[in-house]
C-alpha cells in the first residue's frame, strides 16, 4: 500500500505521502477480536495545500466540496470491513472517488432545440379528436 499512487482521472493521482492515516477501533462485528484491533481507518487529504491537482481542479474541488472540507481538508471514514487493510483500500478508493467527482468538467450548457411542425400538428390534431370523443360522450339526444 505505501508507495503507491491513488489514481483519480488520467495522469493524475494523490501521492502517498500527501495522505495522511488515523486508525482506530471500529464498532460492529468482530468479536473478542475487534476489541483489540484498529480497524477503522479515516484517511484525510489536505486538498487547499496540495500540489498534485491541476489548479483548474483544485478550485473546482474547494468549491464543490465545501461542506465536506474542514480547513481545507477532505476526510473519508472506513470501518465496513474487519481487516485494517481492506478498510484502508476502501477509504483510498473513496477518497479517489470523491476528488475524480469534484473535479469532473462542468456538463456543456443544453442548446434549445424547437418542436418539428409536424410533431405539433399531430398532437393538436389528436386532441381535437379525443375532445371531440368525449363531447359525444355526455350528449342524451341519442335516445
Given amino acids: 500500500m505505501s508507495g503507491r499512487e491513488h489514481v483519480i482521472r488520467g495522469s493524475v493521482s494523490l501521492p502517498e ?27 484525510r487529504f489536505d486538498l487547499a495545500r496540495t500540489d498534485a491537482l491541476p489548479e483548474v481542479w483544485k478550485q473546482r474541488a474547494l468549491e464543490r466540496l ?3 472540507l474542514v480547513d481545507g481538508v ?17 477509504a483510498a478508493v473513496r477518497l479517489a472517488a ?15 432545440t424547437r418542436v ?3 410533431i405539433n400538428e399531430r398532437r393538436l390534431r389528436e386532441k381535437k379528436r379525443r375532445a371531440e370523443t368525449k363531447q359525444g360522450r355526455g350528449r342524451k339526444d341519442w335516445q
Avoid at 486508525?23 to 484498529?38: A, E, I, K, L, W
Avoid at 476526510?75 to 487493510?85: D, F, I, K
Avoid at 470523491?98 to 442548446?111: H, Q, S, V
Fill in 17 to 43: 505521502a500527501e495522505l495522511m492515516w488515523r486508525f482506530s477501533r471500529s464498532s460492529g462485528p468482530g468479536g473478542q477480536h475487534v476489541n483489540t484491533s484498529d480497524s477503522q481507518v479515516e484517511l
Fill in 74 to 90: 477532505l476526510t473519508v471514514r472506513a470501518s465496513e470491513h474487519r481487516s485494517q487493510w481492506r478498510n484502508r483500500e476502501a
Fill in 66 to 68: 465545501a461542506s465536506r
Fill in 116 to 118: 418539428p411542425r409536424g
Fill in 98 to 112: 470523491l476528488l475524480a467527482e469534484a473535479t469532473a468538467p462542468p456538463p456543456k450548457p443544453r442548446r434549445p
